[in-house]
C-alpha cells in the first residue's frame, strides 16, 4: 500500500512539474530587420564631377559621364566620356613666352571603355542600427583622348566605391589614371594622368 501510494504522489509532482513548465515563456526581444534590396536592373547611368591632373599643364576641373551594363554580380562594363580644360605649363608661367597651346588645343576630352569586376562588395555602417550597401570595384579600359590637337590611344585603370543610397539610386567615388603619350613638349613621353572625382549613379 504504501509503494502504491508513493507512485501516486511521484506521478502527481510529475504532473505538476511539467504543467509549470509548458507555463514558462521565454522574455527575449525580437528585432524587426529590413533590409532594402538593390533594383533588378542592369543599366547604370552615372554623372561626376571631381580633379584631373594633366601632366606638365597642372590641376583641372573634370565632368564626366558612364553608361554601365552589368553582366552579372561580379563583372561590368561601362562606356566613359570625359572632359576638362587644360592650364598653363610651369614655361609658360616662368618665361613669360607665347603659349605653347591656343584656348581650343586647351581642350581635354576623353571617351572609351572599359572591363570592372566587383572586388568587395559589402556594408557600411552609419550608425549601431543603420547601414547601407556598398562595393568596392576595379577596372581597366581603354579609348581615345583629344587633347592638343592630337587624337592619341589612352589606357585607363581605377578604382570605385560605391555606396547604395536606396535600391536605385547610389553615390560613386571614382580614381582613375588616363595613361597616353604626347609629344607637346618636343619629346615623346608617356604621361599618367589621375583624376578624382564624385558623382551619383541611377539605376534603370
Known sequence: METWLQRIFLALSLASAAAAAQQVEPDIPREVVTEDLLDSENW??????????????????????QLTYHINEDFYLAADYAMAKAGRTSFEELSGAAPLLTDSEREWRYYGGQLGY?????????????????????????????????????????SQFRLYATDWLAVELTFSDYVFETTILARSKTTHNLALALGVAVYF
Do not use: T
Request: charged share 15%; aromatic share 12%; proline share 2%.
Open 44 to 65: 547604370l547611368f552615372s554623372a561626376r564631377v571631381g580633379v584631373l591632373g594633366i601632366e606638365d599643364f597642372g590641376s583641372s576641373a573634370l565632368a564626366a559621364i
Open 118 to 158: 566587383m572586388l568587395l562588395p559589402g556594408e557600411v555602417f552609419l550608425s549601431r542600427d543603420y547601414a547601407m550597401n556598398s562595393g568596392l570595384s576595379v577596372f581597366a579600359g581603354a579609348g581615345n583622348v583629344d587633347f592638343a590637337g592630337d587624337n592619341v590611344f589612352a589606357l585607363q585603370f581605377g
